[in-house]
C-alpha cells in the first residue's frame, strides 16, 4: 500500500535551517509530482511546494520563494524540504502529498502523518 | 492569484441532515476543483476530484457528492453521519494548488 512517512521536524530558533524528509513506498515514485503543504496551528491548509517527477520543475508559493528548496532523489523514493531563515510564520505542521490527475486535473490522493516544525527562541 | 473562498466558515448539524458547503473561485477554474476531509490531528483526505460527484475517490461513500463549474461550486453531503463531524477544504488545480479556508461541521 501507498505510504509517505515524514521525519526532520523539531524546535528550531529564528534564523536557522531545518530539512524536513518524507519516504515514500508503495508506489514508483519517479513517476509522481510531489507536494508540500503546510497548516499552521489552528489554520488552514497552505500549499507551500511543488516539484515535477523528473525534477526538471520546482514552483514555490510567494511566502517560502528565496528560503525553502524542494528536493527529491528517486533512487530513494524520498521527497525532501530544506528550510533556511526560519520565521515565526513558518511554525505548522507540514505534510508531503503525493499528486495525480485525471484529465489533466490534478489532486492530492496520499498525504504524509504530518509533522511539526516551530520556529521559536 | 486565484482565491477560494467557501462559506460558511462552519456550520451545526445534525446526525440525518443534508449538508451543503459552497467554494467560489476568484477567476474561472472549469473543473480543477478538489474536495478534501481533515479531522483534527490528522492529515487531510482526499473525497472528490475534479469537481464531480462521478470522481469520488475509493473508498469515499456516496452520500458525498460534488457540483459546479467555472468559479462557484458545491460538496453535498447527503445524509450527515457521525464520522462526516469534521473540517472540510476546497483546492484549485487550476493555477496555484490554493485552498479554500475551509468549513468546520460541527455537531448541533
Known amino acids: 500500500q501507498v505510504q509517505l512517512v515524514q521525519s526532520g521536524g523539531g524546535v528550531v530558533q529564528p534564523g536557522r535551517s531545518l530539512r524536513l524528509s518524507c519516504v515514500t513506498s508503495g508506489f514508483i515514485f519517479s513517476n509522481y509530482g510531489m507536494h508540500w503543504v503546510r497548516q499552521a496551528p489552528g489554520k488552514g491548509l497552505e500549499w507551500v511546494a511543488s516539484i515535477k517527477n523528473d525534477h526538471t520543475k520546482k514552483f514555490y508559493d510567494d511566502s517560502v520563494k528565496g528560503r525553502f528548496t524542494i528536493s527529491r532523489d528517486n533512487s530513494k523514493n524520498t521527497l525532501y524540504l530544506q528550510m533556511d531563515s526560519l520565521r515565526g510564520e513558518d511554525t505548522a505542521v507540514y505534510y508531503c502529498?503525493?499528486?495525480?490527475?485525471?484529465?489533466?486535473?490534478?489532486?492530492?490522493?496520499?498525504w504524509g502523518q504530518g509533522i511539526l516544525v516551530t520556529v521559536s527562541s | 492569484d486565484i482565491q477560494m473562498t467557501q462559506s460558511p466558515s462552519s456550520l451545526s448539524a445534525s446526525v440525518g441532515d443534508r449538508v451543503t458547503i459552497t467554494c467560489r473561485a476568484s477567476?474561472?477554474?472549469?473543473?480543477?476543483l478538489n474536495w478534501y476531509q481533515q479531522k483534527p490531528g490528522e492529515a487531510p483526505v482526499l473525497l472528490i476530484f475534479?469537481?464531480?460527484?462521478?470522481n469520488l475517490n475509493i473508498g469515499v461513500p456516496s452520500r458525498f457528492s460534488g457540483s459546479g463549474s467555472g468559479t462557484d461550486f458545491t460538496l453535498t453531503i447527503s445524509s450527515l453521519q457521525p464520522e462526516d463531524f469534521a473540517t472540510y477544504y476546497c483546492?484549485?488545480?487550476?493555477?496555484?494548488?490554493?485552498f479554500g479556508q475551509g468549513t468546520r461541521v460541527e455537531v448541533k
Open positions: 483546492q484549485e488545480s487550476r493555477s496555484s494548488w490554493t
Open positions: 502529498a503525493r499528486a495525480d490527475y485525471y484529465d489533466s486535473r490534478g489532486y492530492f490522493d496520499f
Open positions: 477567476q474561472i477554474i472549469t473543473t480543477y
Open positions: 475534479a469537481t464531480s460527484a462521478l
